[in-house]
C-alpha cells in the first residue's frame, strides 16, 4: 500500500496569499494517478486536480498541482474565502489499492 | 446530469450487519468503474474498494477486506456495499464515487452520503 503523508496538518492564512500544500508518498506515484480534492463542512469531496498538474472542470487558474515520484504540490496562487477548506491528495492506481492522504486544514487567520 | 445517491445507512451494534446502497442516474452505469469511499466523524478520506462494470475486477481496502462485499446491479443502475461484522471504528460517512471512467481516473462524482452508526 502507499502511503500518503501531507503537510502541513492545518494552515492559518488570509485571504489573498498564496499558499503550497505538500503530498510525499511512500513509493514512487505515477504522475498520471495523483490527484487533489478539496472537501468543505458537510460536503462531499471535490476533484481539483488530476494527473498531477491538470484542473478538472471548472477549477479556476488559481489553482495548480506539479511533482513528480514521490513529492507532489498544490498551489493556490491567491486565497478567496471559498478556498478555505480540507485538502486531500490521492493516488488512484499506482498500487491496485488506491489511499487518500490525511489531509490539510486551510483556515482563515 | 450525473447524479449518485446513497441510502441504507444507520445504526447498528456491533457484529451487525449493513447493506449500502448507492443509485446512479445521468451516465451509462455499466460502463464505469465505481468504489466506495468512507469518512470517520472528524477524520480523513478513506478509499474502501472498487468494482468494474461488468463485477469482473474488485479491489478492497486491507481495513475491510473479509468483511464487506461490493456488488453492482447494472439493470438497476446500483452500487452495493454489504457490511459484515460491523465494528465501531466503521463508524462514519460512506460515499459512492464514480471515476472518469475506469482504473486509474480520479473520482470526478460524489453522492452526497450516508451515515452509518456502530454502537451499542
Known amino acids: 500500500e502507499i502511503v500518503l503523508t501531507q503537510s502541513p496538518d492545518t494552515l492559518s492564512l488570509s485571504p489573498g496569499e498564496r499558499v503550497t500544500l505538500s503530498c510525499r508518498a511512500s513509493q514512487t506515484v505515477s504522475s498520471t494517478y495523483l490527484g487533489w480534492y478539496q472537501q468543505k463542512p458537510g460536503q462531499a469531496p471535490r476533484l481539483l486536480i488530476y494527473?498531477?498538474?491538470s484542473r478538472a472542470t471548472g477549477i479556476p487558474d488559481r489553482f495548480s498541482g506539479s511533482g513528480s515520484g514521490t513529492d507532489f504540490t498544490l498551489t493556490i496562487s491567491r486565497l478567496e474565502p471559498e478556498d478555505f477548506a480540507v485538502y486531500y491528495c490521492q493516488q488512484y492506481g499506482s498500487s491496485p489499492m488506491y489511499t487518500f492522504g490525511q489531509g490539510t486544514k486551510l483556515e482563515i487567520k | 446530469q450525473v447524479q449518485l445517491v446513497e441510502s441504507g445507512g444507520g445504526l447498528v451494534k456491533p457484529g451487525g450487519s449493513l447493506r449500502l446502497s448507492c443509485t446512479a442516474s445521468g451516465f451509462a452505469f455499466s460502463d464505469y468503474y465505481m468504489s466506495w469511499v468512507r469518512q470517520a466523524p472528524g477524520k480523513g478520506l478513506e478509499w474502501l474498494s472498487y468494482?468494474?462494470?461488468?463485477?469482473?475486477?474488485?479491489n478492497y481496502a486491507d481495513s475491510v477486506k473479509g468483511r464487506f462485499t461490493i456488488s453492482r446491479d447494472n439493470a438497476e443502475n446500483s452500487l452495493y456495499l454489504q457490511m459484515n461484522s460491523l465494528r465501531a471504528e466503521d463508524t462514519g460517512t460512506y460515499y459512492c464515487a464514480r471515476p472518469t471512467v475506469a482504473y486509474g481516473d480520479p473520482f470526478d462524482y460524489w453522492g452526497r452520503g450516508v451515515q452509518v452508526t456502530v454502537s451499542s
Open positions: 468494482i468494474d462494470g461488468d463485477s469482473s475486477f474488485i
Open positions: 494527473g498531477t498538474s
